[in-house]
Antibody
Framework: QIQLVQSGPELKKPGESVKISCKASGYTFTDYAMHWVKQAPGKGLKWMGWINTYTGKPTYADDFKGRFVFSLEASASTANLQISNLKNEDTATYFC???????????WGQGTLVTVSS | DVLMTQTPVSLPVSLGGQVSISCRSSQSLVHSDGNTYLHWYLQKPGQSPQLLIYRVSNRFSGVPDRFSGSGSGTDFTLKISRVEPEDLGVYYCLQSTHFPLTFGSGTKLEIK
């Protein structure tokens, strides 16, 4: 069955960096683009962008250009999200989800909570 | 960007009752390929969102037929009949016709 397992919670200070991983199994990793979604505490869902798992090309939503980097370890069926120069407003749960044009986001990772606090 | 206006924000319901959630988009969600990429999700407390309805009206695998989606163009509705305790949580619509993808702001279904 399809599973997406994300790395564990992170506690960071402002200005630090964090890297979140999302390991996929149960399907061919390169068949579906991997998307990332942010959810601040008590807030709604915000789409961050996606990475083409075949070519490795990332595409970022406007609010996530600059400090956010999507990458792959395709041999390990893993997508990564790195956030640099962390700010308090980056405190959120980050979800990965492969996109299927028929279904949209049918499967999601369990989410990774990143807390930024001095 | 396509603005997704979801109403109501909060929806008190009695168990066994029926409710509707509206999602309106600021522009048509009909893709050039003829499909309409409007989906519905339920996020239960402390969990990831789960897909209920894809492409307006198609129930995802395992989703009870108490859930139904309808609509076209810019106006979409999710109906839940015979509400059960497991249906409680926050419902979101998502459009993936246009980039950037955008979510509705959510509707919290709670017990009256």
């Amino acid at each position: 069955q399809i599973q997406l397992v994300q790395s564990g919670p992170e506690l960071k200070k402002p200005g630090e960096s964090v890297k979140i991983s999302c390991k996929a199994s149960g399907y061919t990793f390169t068949d579906y683009a991997m998307h990332w979604v942010k959810q601040a505490p008590g807030k709604g869902l915000k789409w961050m962008g996606w990475i083409n798992t075949y070519t490795g090309k990332p595409t970022y939503a406007d609010d996530f250009k600059g400090r956010f980097v999507f990458s792959l370890e395709a041999s390990a069926s893993t997508a990564n999200l790195q956030i640099s120069n962390l700010k308090n407003e980056d405190t959120a749960t980050y979800f990965c989800a492969p996109y299927n044009s028929g279904y949209g986001f049918a499967y999601w990772g369990q989410g990774t909570l990143v807390t930024v606090s001095s | 960007d396509v603005l997704m206006t979801q109403t109501p924000v909060s929806l008190p319901v009695s168990l066994g009752g029926q409710v509707s959630i509206s999602c309106r988009s600021s522009q048509s969600l009909v893709h050039s390929d003829g499909n309409t990429y409007l989906h519905w999700y339920l996020q239960k407390p402390g969990q990831s969102p789960q897909l209920l309805i894809y492409r307006v009206s198609n129930r995802f695998s395992g989703v009870p037929d108490r859930f139904s989606g309808s609509g076209s163009g810019t106006d979409f509705t999710l109906k839940i009949s015979r509400v059960e305790p497991e249906d409680l949580g926050v419902y979101y619509c998502l459009q993936s016709t246009h980039f950037p993808l955008t979510f509705g702001s959510g509707t919290k279904l709670e017990i009256k």
